[in-house]
């Protein structure tokens, strides 16, 4: 119950992981008449326990200051409402690989209206770059028969030469500004986004054979 001798209205649990354990002591605090949004938890167990098996003290320091950190922020906490929120249908693709052809592909196959925005001049991305390794011209044709089956999709807007100049919104519900290669800008609203915007061998020699992100 909650302590209003002492006037306690936060709650920080240390212990499990909040996605494990956080819905039922947000219940409990629900029953107590606090606000479950009024809660913090310090998962002491992965980020500790498990991630320094065999070292005790190092594993109890780290999970004291998580602790700590928890506290500090559970200061901070406000009570929050619920609210139900539309989600929006279509789904936003950066980047016209292989790998988000594939994914347009597939939300479109599920019925989701799909953006899919390329910042070069046609999809493929590096499987149409003769400097791709063995078997280039088995991965370009793949490519070129991904973005075939993307021409016939009624439900898929392409954006080539554009790019993505402005993302907000939360979980279910973005807005996102798109801009072409003319300059025009398009307001896209979608419910989910897949970044497939590729990779790169890193140029310094020490580090051949890695990968980095293009940007």
Not at 24 to 48: C, D, V
Not at 54 to 78: D, I, S, W
Request: charged share 20%.
């Amino acid at each position: 119950m909650r302590d209003r001798r002492q006037d306690l209205d936060r709650v920080c649990v240390a212990g499990w992981s909040p996605g494990v354990k956080g819905p039922a002591i947000q219940g409990a605090l629900r029953q107590a008449g606090l606000n479950p949004f009024l809660l913090e938890m310090a998962n002491i167990r992965e980020h500790a326990a498990w991630a320094h098996v065999g070292h005790p003290r190092q594993a109890t320091a780290k999970a004291c200051n998580l602790v700590r950190m928890a506290a500090a922020r559970a200061r901070l906490l406000e009570p929050l409402q619920r609210r139900e929120a539309p989600l929006g249908d279509a789904a936003l693709v950066v980047g016209g690989g292989v790998a988000g052809m594939t994914a347009a592909l597939a939300l479109a196959a599920m019925g989701h209206p799909v953006h899919l925005v390329e910042r070069g001049p046609r999809l493929g991305g590096r499987a149409l770059h003769p400097d791709t390794s063995a078997g280039a011209r088995t991965a370009a044709d793949h490519a070129l028969g991904l973005a075939r089956r993307l021409a016939g999709e009624a439900t898929v807007t392409v954006h080539l030469g554009a790019e993505l100049t402005r993302f907000e919104g939360f979980a279910g519900n973005f807005v996102s500004s798109v801009r072409g290669p003319d300059g025009e800008v398009a307001t896209v609203e979608h419910g989910a986004i897949v970044l497939a915007t590729g990779a790169r061998k890193a140029s310094s020699p020490a580090r051949t054979g890695l990968l980095e992100t293009c940007h």
